[in-house]
């Protein structure tokens, strides 16, 4: 498995394709030897289950949502939800909501690429450093291990922070890389453990945080950019 951050905007756009899709990726998009296309055969095609990492945390943080995994396309979308009880078929409307809401609830959306799926993107889990595998082994290993890539944007606090804390109290950073010493005037971000999620966005009261384009963190993985990039040629 290899992963790649995408904010909310972007995990939207390719959860609401209604042509079939076959692009390259190159590696400034997702730099694994293992991930290099997007391919979705059906794209209205959708399956929704129950993330096996909360299924097997013993105190996840939070109990619900546990329906948090989101297959596109077929073949692996049907065979999914056909050979495995923990999924069911959605819609890509059910799927937008299901990705706003986890949104909300501070999730961080990571798109998935398997070398037994035809090396291809095949789902969307939306997860926590508290329960997701893969961001507690990032985590742990401090980046060592090539498993996660940016979503190709890097957060920022602008002037209008306050050094309230609530990205603090609130966790807002699945990834440690916010820190607020006593007395500072606001909030930092640590530029190199940032993987641009974008949680802290939406956790922050005064609007101090935002995320910007950053082209040291890969390309976003914008489905729309990368059709009209492919047809640019």
């Known amino acids: 498995y290899n992963a790649k951050v995408v904010k909310?905007?972007?995990a939207i756009k390719l959860f609401t394709q209604k042509h079939d899709i076959n692009i390259p990726l190159s590696e400034t998009v997702v730099p694994f030897k293992q991930a290099k296309h997007i391919i979705m055969n059906n794209p209205e095609s959708v399956s929704v289950g129950?993330?096996?990492?909360?299924?097997?945390?013993?105190?996840?943080?939070?109990?619900?949502?546990?329906?948090?995994?989101?297959?596109?396309?077929?073949?692996f979308a049907a065979f999914l939800r056909d050979q495995n009880q923990k999924f069911r078929e959605s819609s890509q409307e059910e799927a937008v909501k299901i990705l706003e809401d986890c949104h909300k609830k501070g999730l961080v959306h990571t798109a998935w690429?398997?070398?037994?799926?035809?090396?291809?993107?095949?789902?969307?889990?939306n997860c926590c450093e508290c329960c997701c595998l893969g961001i507690r082994m990032w985590n742990l290993l401090d980046g060592s291990v090539p498993i996660l890539a940016p979503s190709g944007?890097?957060?920022?606090?602008?002037?209008?922070?306050?050094?309230?804390?609530?990205?603090?109290?609130?966790?807002?950073?699945?990834?440690?890389?916010?820190?607020?010493?006593?007395?500072?005037?606001?909030?930092?971000?640590?530029f190199e453990k940032c993987m641009g999620c974008g949680v802290c966005e939406n956790v922050c009261p005064e609007g101090a945080i935002h995320l910007r384009r950053e082209p040291s963190k890969g390309d976003p993985l914008d489905i729309e950019v990368l059709k009209e990039q492919q047809k640019a040629g």
Request: hydrophobic fraction near 40%; proline fraction near 5%; include cysteine.
């Open 50 to 75: 129950t993330c096996p990492c909360r299924m097997v945390s013993q105190a996840p943080c939070l109990e619900e949502p546990m329906e948090v995994c989101l297959f596109v396309g077929d073949p």
């Open 113 to 125: 690429f398997k070398k037994d799926l035809g090396s291809s993107f095949a789902m969307i889990c």
């Open 8 to 10: 909310l905007q972007d």
């Open 153 to 190: 944007y890097v957060a920022e606090v602008n002037e209008a922070c306050i050094a309230c804390g609530t990205c603090i109290e609130e966790k807002a950073c699945h990834f440690h890389a916010i820190s607020l010493e006593e007395g500072a005037e606001k909030a930092v971000i640590d």
